[in-house]
């Protein structure tokens, strides 16, 4: 039996933020004073707490050991021992009524990471969650469960994030997402980036040892590289204010990756079982840092991420891969002008299964929204604003032309209700209309996507760059551009769905404000956009093409 006297402050949603930045941060290491990075040397919880993949009676706790968690050799300082860590659930945030409470096993061959799989909580109900191991106990986390199914339910609020490159920006936007009212959040991919992060950490001016200078390749290195962006404390509050679903994109393996293809041919990667074992290795260490249930643990190189989870008969969220399953990219990747191997029918991007697991799924819901939290951009995204000119990225669904539209005319011939795509990976805002033919202008408009910006990738961004320009010339369909760091924050009712573009003036530094760049409106029953704010900055200028923004088209260098 647990004892329920664990001595915790109360928690409450607008002060949960001082008080986890506190408890990450209650003995800072020599050299790290100020970096934005919470460490303790004196609690093994230096990583935080997280939850996810919320359904109706239950969530997954999550948590990793790691006393030491830049530890060279990847164990965080942890002995290789299993080691017992108890956890406790209540309703209340100072624990008078514990519902839940156990006893977990952190094992070395995991990271010494714990994953409990809740179940028997009541649905649609908010609940707070500590750890402790060794006479040490994590700061607190909330979560919530999702409604039950088929119940009316009258609002939703949930986030999508992407794209958290750790030496090109502060965590900032975590900071405000953590203030946020949410329900749900969704990691759309590149938790992190495979890259070495520099002699100084980039904008951070950390000095690192001398094993994060260099691409990540091995479990170590893939641990090591996580455990470096799970101390951020502003990460960290994010994950503990809500529960997240997650899914991988490129960089949390390697840039621009297909299946088992590795597309840099410079790395010693290129046999298709040495870049497995790379892809087991990042795999592995994806899920010993990320709340996910036993379904999504990795068998070798493969993990089962495309998943579904519904609240009520309001929304139905379908998480997709887009990396595991896919063709290799066309025309030797990056933008491509012509390209007829993308119009190719038998080309897949989510493989014939998932695929139909997709199209099969939507056709059966019957709540009002369905939304595919997916990785790249659907919509179709020329790059030039010549009229006899096409150009494409072919990392995108662009590359993947007939497998997009087989999606989309799908949709429409299963009378899918409402659908909605959220992206992520292309560091821009962006809002689209959705149609089974582009290219002609009377084609009705079916669905809607947006895509959301970078959490710190690209560092500052701008309100808007001249390549932005071009894309909203040569492409009707794209409603909205903006190239600042953010999230976007969503409200799902009955009668419509509510989005708002979050953005913060810079990275490069901590401490921005946030604001809401523009926001639109999508009627149930009536696909299209509504636009409802638009929030220009005073003085917003076009300034040349933002750097390092489109990893689709060009791979990024070594750092």
């Known amino acids: 039996m647990i004892d329920r006297s664990w001595r915790m402050n109360g928690f409450s949603r607008r002060g949960f933020l001082t008080a986890t930045l506190v408890a990450g941060s209650a003995a800072a290491i020599p050299g790290w004073a100020g970096s934005g990075t919470a460490m303790a040397a004196s ?21 990793r050991l ?25 309703a ?51 979560t919530k469960t999702a409604p039950p199914p088929g119940a009316d339910v009258d609002r939703l609020a ?75 404390p502003d990460l960290q509050a994010a994950h503990a204010a809500f529960p997240w679903m997650v899914t991988v994109d490129d960089h949390d393996v390697e840039n621009n990756w297909a299946r088992d293809i590795s597309q ?10 040495v870049f497995m074992q790379r892809r087991a290795a990042a795999f592995q260490a994806y899920y010993e840092h990320l709340p996910l ?56 991007m989510l493989g014939a299964r998932q695929e139909e697991w997709l199209l099969n799924g939507m056709a059966r ?49 299963r009378d899918v209700r409402n659908p909605v795509v959220l992206s992520g990976d292309i560091h821009r805002s962006l809002a689209a209309e959705l149609k089974t033919d582009f290219d002609d202008p009377a084609s009705p408009v079916m669905g809607v996507e947006f895509a959301g910006t970078s959490i710190s990738s690209g560092k500052d961004g701008a309100d808007q760059d001249r390549l932005g320009q071009t894309f909203l010339a040569a492409n009707p369909h794209l409603k909205f551009h903006n190239v600042q760091r953010g999230y976007v924050r969503v409200t799902a009712t009955p009668r419509e769905l509510a989005v708002d573009y979050r953005v913060v003036p810079y990275v490069s530094r901590p401490g921005a404000p946030i604001a809401t760049r523009a926001s639109f409106a999508v009627e149930a029953g009536r696909p299209g956009l509504h ?29």
């Not at 790691?66 to 209540?90: C, H, I, K, S, Y």
């Not at 840099?264 to 079982?273: A, H, K």
């Not at 704010?533 to 750092?559: F, W």
Request: charged share 25%.
């Open 43 to 63: 609690t093994p919880f230096t990583l935080g707490v997280a939850s996810g993949d919320p359904a109706p009676d239950g969530v997954v706790l999550w948590t």
């Open 66 to 90: 790691a006393p030491d968690p830049l530890a060279v050799d990847g164990r965080g300082g942890m002995p290789e021992v299993t080691v017992p860590v108890q956890w406790q659930v209540a």
């Open 92 to 142: 209340d945030d100072g624990f008078r009524r514990v519902v839940r409470e156990g006893t977990s096993r952190a094992r070395p061959e995991r990271g010494h990471s714990v994953h409990v799989e809740l179940e028997g909580l009541r649905p649609g109900r908010e609940y707070f969650y500590r750890f402790r191991a060794g006479g040490e106990i994590s700061p607190v986390g909330r």
């Open 158 to 232: 949930f986030a999508f994030v992407s794209c958290q490159n750790w030496y090109e920006g502060f965590y900032t936007a975590y900071r405000h997402l953590a203030q946020e009212d949410l329900d749900v959040l969704f990691h759309l991919g590149d938790y992190i980036y495979e890259y070495g992060v520099g002699a100084s950490g980039g904008v951070r001016g950390i000095a690192l040892p001398e094993q994060y200078l260099k691409e990540t390749f091995t479990l170590t290195e893939y641990r090591n590289r996580h455990a470096l962006y799970r101390t951020d």
């Open 264 to 273: 840099v041919d410079t790395e010693p990667d290129q046999d298709p079982q």
């Open 293 to 348: 249930r036993r379904t999504s643990m990795p068998w070798g190189p493969d993990m089962r991420l495309y998943r579904r989870a519904s609240f009520g008969r309001l929304a139905a969220f379908h998480v997709l891969d887009t990396r595991q399953y896919r063709d290799d990219q066309p025309c030797g990747d990056g933008e491509r002008v012509g390209c007829a191997e993308r119009l190719d029918p038998n080309r897949t």
């Open 365 to 413: 819901s019957r709540t009002t929204w369905n939304l595919l939290a997916q990785q790249l951009l659907m919509a179709p995204l020329d790059h030039d604003a010549s009229p006899d000119v096409q150009s494409f990225g072919m990392d995108l669904w662009d590359g993947y032309a007939a497998a997009r539209d087989r999606l989309l005319t799908g949709m429409v011939e």
């Open 531 to 559: 636009q409802t704010a638009d929030n220009p900055p005073t003085g917003a200028m076009t300034i040349p093409d933002v750097a390092g923004e489109l990893d689709h088209l060009a791979e990024q260098p070594k750092r």
